[in-house]
């Protein structure tokens, strides 16, 4: 497939141990290479399982139309600038309504050391600061209190419970939504 190597402009974003920065088309072996993960697919609402490097490839070539649109921010979380672990995104965006979903996930191997609210403090002060949204909210499947971990830890606040909102692999998940308004950061 004919992408462009520079797919779309987004702000860089620094943290203690991160750079978020855009995906850029050689990225795709490295997302499929952490993505291809049941463990990450089962607690992700959209994200196929197997996930080949092609399948990376056709997700960044839709990048640049979400960009332009307005409607997506989304970063690819690397160590410092050198490898990739992971994804973050303020999906959804919603300028009538000023606020977007944030969601994530990084390869198996770096969970546990703080990543994911190292990097979604970031986007979510990205979101209420320069995007200045009223609002950024987040779902995660009841079956995965981890990532409500991370919600809590950056200061969202538990909403309540959508109960069989997304149907995953055939069965209908319960998902739990944290939000952050302007004026909690
Ligand atoms: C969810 C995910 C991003 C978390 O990443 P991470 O970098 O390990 O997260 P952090 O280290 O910042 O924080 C994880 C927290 O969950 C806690 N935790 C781990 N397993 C847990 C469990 N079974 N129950 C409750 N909390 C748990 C950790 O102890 C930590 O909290 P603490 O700092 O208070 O000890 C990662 O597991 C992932 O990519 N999962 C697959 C995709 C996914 O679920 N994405 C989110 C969809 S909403």
Known sequence: M???????????LE?????????????ASAISA????????????????????????EWLATLPDLHSGKTHRIWAITLKGTQL????G???V?????????GYWLGKEYWGKGFATE?????VEYGLGEMSLERVYAKHFARNPQSGRVL??????????LRRHFCKWGEFQDCVIYGIVQGEL
């Open 85 to 88: 672990i992971g994804a973050i």
């Open 15 to 27: 943290t203690t141990r991160l750079t978020l920065r855009a995906f850029d088309t050689a990225d």
């Open 34 to 57: 952490l993505a291809n993960d049941r463990d990450i697919a089962q607690n992700l609402a959209t994200l196929p399982h197997p996930y080949l490097p092609e399948m990376a490839m």
């Open 119 to 123: 990097a979604a403090r970031a986007v």
């Open 2 to 12: 004919e992408i462009p190597s520079i797919l779309y402009t987004l702000s860089t």
């Open 152 to 161: 809590a830890k950056i200061g969202m606040q538990h909403e309540g419970v």
């Open 90 to 92: 303020l999906h959804d």
């Open 94 to 102: 919603s300028h009538e309504h000023s606020n977007a979903e944030l």
